[in-house]
């Protein structure tokens, strides 16, 4: 009687892992998308280098916060050239060729972050205005509030990388991805991301990328 009861323990074991694991395999669409409400208040939006939807909407959150710097990672700076030929404000824009991979954005965003808060020169990869030489904090709360924008999915493995990366606890970090709607996504169709085949590549993706960061940070 004993190996019949070990077996059928086994077994047991065997089925309750496997559903534990497709329902989080399921769950993990919504696990990958990290989205915070939008707050009163912006001094800095970061643009992740990308699909031009995610200029768009920072330059939404740029008009909606008068007072915020937009610090935008732009190879070869593509995007620069055009934002100064539509006649935006490039006074309050830095941007950096940071782009070869997400983790050297977030390095990048760090290492202006201490520049202009300590009056040092940058380094040669950003170009900006003499007039971001210094980010002030407001004494309102003693916090500089820091957008992050990139797409959906990707701020998961953004949210690691900026907790491994800063420890200032005088920095709040805003994730404020581009909204799934302007991908043509819905929020169930995120929830459900095995149903289509362009959302399976996005997170098939987006987890081999977060194993590589783990597996190698």
Known sequence: ???PRRRWLIALFVTV????????????GDWLFVADTLPPRL?????????????????????????????????????????????FDMSRVAAMDTSP??????????????????????????????SLQKIPVTPRD????????????HMRRIKFMVGDVFHDQTLCFHYLPVPVERYGWTRE???????SKRLRNWVGSEIGKLLLYWLFS
Request: aromatic content about 12%; some cysteine.
């Open 101 to 130: 991979s997400t983790y050297s954005e977030v390095k990048g965003l760090a290492d202006w972050l201490t520049s202009c808060r300590a009056g040092l020169p940058r380094s040669s990869g950003t170009r900006d205005s003499s």
């Open 189 to 195: 169709a995120v929830h459900c991301w095995w149903k």
């Open 142 to 153: 003693g916090r500089l509030h820091i957008a992050l924008v990139s797409n959906p999915f």
């Open 43 to 87: 001094d800095v939006v970061f643009t992740f280098a990308g699909e031009n939807t995610r200029i768009t909407y920072s330059r939404e959150l740029m008009e909606r916060f008068p007072a915020a710097r937009w610090v935008l990672s732009d190879y070869l700076h593509q995007y620069s050239r055009i934002l100064s030929r539509d006649g």
């Open 17 to 28: 892992t496997a559903v534990c694991v497709l329902v989080l395999f399921l769950k993990i």
């Open 1 to 3: 009687m004993g190996l």
